[in-house]
């Protein structure tokens, strides 16, 4: 698995891509991982407020449905199209063109709040311990 | 085995644990007059007094089938070939449920995928649920979809959608944040197309239409679609599925959801249940069809099989973000609607509609003859439509009753502004002999 050092993570498995204000938004390897093939994704809208650690999209695959959580808070301003017709980018490529969603960063020190690679990968394993 | 499901012990320990000594100290705080009262009830009787008790009670109500109805108003007297009930009162498909376990009910995961084609087909939509309760549960439903979808908090309703319908609409919305606001009709019956403009903004998240509607008249639903979609609000539309064999599908009037009452499907009117609610709707809102739904697929072995599909939308994955928690269904009713469009086929289908419209349109026209009755003559109709009466309507239905006619349903009680108004249904079932007779008797009211 792999989890690049550029990103954050989010204890609920997101991760974010920060360029200015601007935030990019998909799930980890791990995440995929664990909820296996992707069928469906249903977006924010764009120009949708999200909050910090509030469901903002869904994710379905064929084991369950799962709840996508806004890193933090913020405007949406663009979804990932490509996952209506093909949401197996998602375990494809899921820090690439598995994107979900961008979104402008509504107060930016909610940005330190998240996990470095390195926090990431030390939760998961605890989690994976228990 | 014995199972106990509470022994004397288990009973001891829990009453100890509250410190109560026995379970009468429990009722202490019911007064003396109130527990145990004598009841009233006759002696026992035999199987054999059982039975003709019942079979005179249930003498003295007059069904359709003693009396000549033209009774309609959402619950319709078609004829069921005797097959219909042959095929559902088989063991392998007698049941309301819809089962989990493919591997153990693919007979009846296929004939809900056949009853979900055909009603597919019918509404001219992309994909139909595996039924709901009636016709207006599933008018609710579509009303939360487009209300979750939009993400708006209003529903604009016409009034000439059945009553019935409007009142569980808003049952089910009590208590959230959401309103519905309705629109009037034009004196002939058709919605008033002035005040539904007015009141379509962009807090509305879909509107509701019936066609044939309440009063039978068919809506001009042209150029709706377009202006709802505009404005970022769904098309949904109540239909009598029997209809559709001769009127326009909700598919060709661009409408994003479709539903109904299914009785007439071959479901007999059975004093108002079980029913079917028939829900359709696009593939770009397959996500959040509420309910079951049977889908077609390959088994290990790569042969053909049926199960049910989406269910990641369903309570019990997604709980309180499930798209309905109501999932209970009428499969058998579904199954009845099935084997009953299979036997009429696609040309019986619509054979059956031109009957209906004859029989309806024959009806209105002797009516009009009628001294002290008036109709539209101008309003287009499939199987009802309205009467108004210069005298008491009450008085009209009692001298017909005495003569086992059901001379229909008064509308004030819905609509206090119809006094002496009346809605009447010439179904199939209908000879020109049963009409003449009918029209024979009105006129000597």
Redesign the interface.
């Known amino acids: 698995m792999h989890f690049p050092k550029e990103l954050r993570y989010t204890k609920t498995h997101e991760w974010a891509k920060r360029n200015g204000n601007r935030i990019t938004v998909g799930i980890s390897d791990y995440a995929q991982k664990e909820i296996s093939d992707v069928v469906f994704v249903e977006l924010p809208k764009v120009g949708n407020a999200v909050q910090q650690a509030k469901p903002a999209a869904v994710v379905e695959s064929v084991k369950a449905a799962f709840d996508i959580y806004a890193p933090v808070s913020g405007k949406v301003l663009a979804v990932d199209t490509a996952l209506e017709s093909n949401p197996a980018l998602v375990n494809q490529d899921p820090y690439g063109q598995g994107w979900f969603f961008e979104m402008e960063m509504s107060n930016p020190a909610e940005w330190d709040s998240l996990l470095t690679a390195e926090d990431y990968e030390k939760l998961l394993k605890q989690e994976t311990k228990h | 085995m014995h199972y106990h499901p509470l022994t004397s012990q288990d009973k001891q320990e829990m009453l100890k644990e509250i410190g109560v000594s026995s379970f009468e100290d429990l009722l202490k705080g019911i007064p003396k007059k109130l527990l145990n009262p004598a009841m009233n009830i006759p002696e026992a009787l035999s199987e054999l007094e059982v039975q003709k008790l019942f079979l005179e009670l249930g003498s003295k109500n007059a069904s359709t089938r003693s009396a000549l109805s033209f009774l309609g108003g959402g619950s319709y007297e078609h004829f069921i070939p005797a097959a219909v009930f042959q095929i559902i009162g088989r063991q392998e498909f007698y049941t309301a449920y819809t089962p989990y376990q493919p591997e153990a009910s693919q007979g009846t995961l296929q004939a809900i995928y056949e009853y979900q084609s055909l009603i597919t087909e019918l509404t001219g939509l992309d994909v139909t649920n595996a039924s709901h309760y009636d016709g207006s549960t599933s008018m609710a439903e579509a009303a939360l979809l487009a209300l979750r979808h939009t993400?708006r908090n209003k529903v604009l309703i016409a009034r000439s959608v059945h009553p019935h319908y409007r009142e569980v609409l808003k049952t089910y919305l009590d208590g959230t944040p959401y309103t519905v606001e309705e629109f009037g009709f034009e004196p002939g019956g058709a919605f008033n197309r002035s005040e539904f403009i007015e009141k379509l903004n962009p807090d509305v998240a879909g509107v509701i239409f019936q066609t044939p509607n309440f009063f039978g008249v068919i809506e001009d639903l042209e150029g709706i679609s377009d202006k709802l979609h505009a404005a970022g609000a769904l098309l949904i539309l109540s239909v009598n599925p029997v209809s559709l064999g001769v009127l326009r599908s909700p598919g060709e009037w661009g409408a994003d959801i479709a539903v109904g009452e299914g009785q007439p499907l071959g479901i007999p009117m059975e004093f108002g249940g079980p029913y079917l609610g028939l829900f359709s709707t696009t593939r770009a809102l397959m996500?959040r069809i509420p309910g079951r739904l049977a889908g077609l697929t390959r088994d290990m072995e790569g042969q053909r099989a049926f199960c049910l599909t989406l269910q990641?939308?369903e309570q019990h994955?997604?709980r309180e973000?499930a798209a309905s928690n109501i999932c209970t269904n009428q499969a058998l009713c579904a199954l009845a609607a099935c084997a009953y469009l299979t036997l009429l086929g696609k040309t019986g289908i619509r054979e059956l509609g031109e009957l209906n419209l004859d029989r309806a349109a024959y009806l209105r026209a002797q009516i009009a003859e009628l001294e002290g009755f008036h109709v539209s003559l101008d309003v287009p109709i499939f199987n009802e439509f309205m009467v108004k009466s210069e005298k008491p309507f009450s008085q009209i239905e009692k001298k017909l009753l005495a003569e086992k006619i059901f001379a229909g349903i008064p509308l004030t009680k819905f609509y206090p502004e119809l006094k002496n108004e009346f809605l009447v249904c010439a179904t199939e079932t209908k000879t020109r002999e049963d009409i003449d007779r009918f029209v024979e008797a009105l006129a000597r009211c």
Do not use: S, T
């Open positions: 993400e996500r990641a939308r994955i997604r973000k």
